[in-house]
Each structure stands twice: as C-alpha cells, then as structure tokens.
Nanobody, 125 residues
C-alpha cells in the first residue's frame, strides 16, 4: 500500500512562512487527489486544502483564509502546502491524506484511507 511521508514542519514566528511536503511512495500517488488537514489540542480535525490529481483544481477550507496555497509536482510524487502570514492559531499537527479518486471532492466529502504521519507546526508570538 502506498505510504505518505511528510516533511517541512517546525517552529516559526507569527507572520512567517512554512512549506509542508507530502510525498507518496509510488507512482500511483499522482493519480489521486490529496488533501491537507490539521488538528490542534482539544479540537476536532479540520480541513485545510485539497488538490485534484492534475493540480489544476483546488479547494480551501475557511482556515486557509487566502494565506495557504496547495500545489503538486507529480513528477516528484509530491504535494505541497505553502503557508504564509502564519498566526498562533495555526499551531497544529498537519496531516496529508490521499483521496479515493481524482477530484478534491473525494477528499472533502469522502473518507481518506491513506494518511501521512503528521508534522507539527508551531507558530510563536
């Protein structure tokens, strides 16, 4: 089964930027939509962004608020989440997930079965 490996988390000051990466272990990764979610202490998991298989269609949750951008490089089997103007409220574990199909709706409305290991993003004042 494909595995998703995440990288790019860390500590950043408010107003700073980070880029998260999610790399699939085999070439089938590029055939599926991928989404980003986040979970902070005491809160439910929250949808952040999703991208279709080709990268030509994206969808964002309220938490992205025009500050985050999702993209992908299928030649590298990798999906990115660029986060700008970070705020302390963005502190969370961020997880990528592979959808069951090619459309971002498969991530948003479906139940992704393949998840990355999660990466912690901490935004300090």
């Amino acid at each position: 089964q494909v595995q998703l490996v995440q990288s790019g988390g860390g500590v950043v000051q408010a107003g700073g930027s980070l880029r998260l990466s999610c790399t699939g272990s085999d070439r089938t990764f590029s055939n599926y939509a991928v989404g980003w979610f986040r979970q902070s202490s005491g809160k439910n998991r929250e949808f952040v962004a999703a991208i279709n298989w080709s990268g030509h269609s994206t969808y964002y949750g309220d938490s992205a608020n025009g500050r985050f951008t999702v993209s992908r490089e299928n030649a590298k089997n990798t999906v990115y989440l660029e986060m700008n103007n970070l705020k302390p409220d963005d502190t969370a574990v961020y997880l990528c997930a592979r959808g069951s199909g090619t459309s971002w709706s498969d991530v948003v409305q479906g139940h992704p079965e393949v998840w990355g290991q999660g990466t912690l993003v901490t935004v300090s004042l």
